[in-house]
């Protein structure tokens, strides 16, 4: 297939571009120079779509594209350019998929759990309808409107509902080894709050599930089967890591620090993947410590 890919350079588009390799793949990148770097020889790199002069001869689309959300303050500014990052380059595809004699048969584009809003210890699948006014839900409501768009006869739409992602390269885990290393690590106020994790390996592997499965569409969670609180996670992680637990951090310290993006830390989701594994799915890594083991032993 002709893969096009957006967000190719991230955490995971990465790993993703590396497993492409039988295929043809095209990478929007805004740094062609550096993305030469970091992926394989044989990627096409483009600077706008406008390189590709018709959506007739991609095959499928995988949109992965966005600023990271926890990373600083949700001023209005930042608020602004983490809603445009995903909703413009995805607006941008719609359109051309839509305008397309022959579109690409797969659109894949990334949402987050943060759709569903928090949700205590309810357990959380694709079919739960979610009316909520916080940044999160809004952020990813809009993102799905946008692709569900591209779906016709001719192009199927999969949504990506992403958990968070642990990997060594980048991402959450790796900002929370050090602390964790020094014996510093700890849950988030009083851990009760859902944290839906996904390995990485697993991460890709469920795209390219939904690739190859020309059938699938809808939503998706992309975690774990059994996600854990973060006092659950923590402790697991001091555990591999073979380090004390005995600290926590405030929620006054995160709102503090991180003012109203604190509540992706603060709140949670107990998603799990059921449309996948319905789909006949199978994970790698379905439980935490197997999971921290492989990343970090």
Not at 8 to 17: A, D, K, P, Q, S
Not at 99 to 119: C, E, L, M, R, W
Not at 122 to 147: R, Y
Not at 265 to 283: I, K, W, Y
């Amino acid at each position: 297939m002709h893969i096009l890919v957006t967000g190719g350079t991230g955490l995971i588009g990465r790993v993703l571009v590396a497993q492409l390799e039988h295929h043809q793949v095209t990478v929007l990148t805004r740094s062609p120079e550096s993305a030469q770097k970091i992926l394989p020889s044989g990627v096409r790199f483009i600077r706008d779509l406008d390189e590709l002069s018709d959506f007739s001869e991609v095959d499928a689309v995988i949109n992965l594209a966005g600023e990271p959300i926890v990373d600083k303050r949700w001023s209005e500014q930042q608020k602004g350019i983490i809603c445009s990052s995903r909703w413009g380059i995805t607006e941008k595809i719609v359109k051309r998929i839509l305008a397309a004699d022959k579109p690409p048969h797969t659109f894949i584009s990334g949402s987050a759990v943060g759709y569903y809003s928090d949700q205590g210890d309810t357990i959380v699948d694709e079919t739960l309808k979610v009316d909520s006014t916080d940044f999160a839900h809004a952020v990813c409501a809009n993102w799905e409107k946008i692709a569900k768009r591209a779906q016709s006869d001719n192009t199927r739409v999969c949504l990506l509902r992403t958990g968070i992602v642990l990997s060594k390269e980048g991402g959450a885990l790796k900002k929370m080894l050090l602390p964790y290393q020094l014996g510093l690590g700890g849950p988030i106020g009083d851990g009760s709050q859902y944290f839906p994790w996904i390995h990485i390996r697993d991460m890709v592997s469920g795209i390219l599930f939904l690739l190859n499965n020309e059938k699938k569409q809808g939503p998706f969670n992309l975690t774990a089967p059994n996600p854990a609180t973060n006092k659950a996670f923590s402790k697991a992680l001091a555990s591999t890591l073979k380090r004390p637990h005995l600290l926590f951090t405030p929620k006054f310290a995160i709102s503090l620090m991180l003012g109203e993006a604190g509540q992706l830390l603060l709140e949670g989701q107990r998603a799990v993947p059921r449309a996948l594994e319905d789909n006949g799915f199978t994970f790698e890594f379905p439980d935490l410590p197997s999971a921290l083991e492989d990343l970090l032993r």
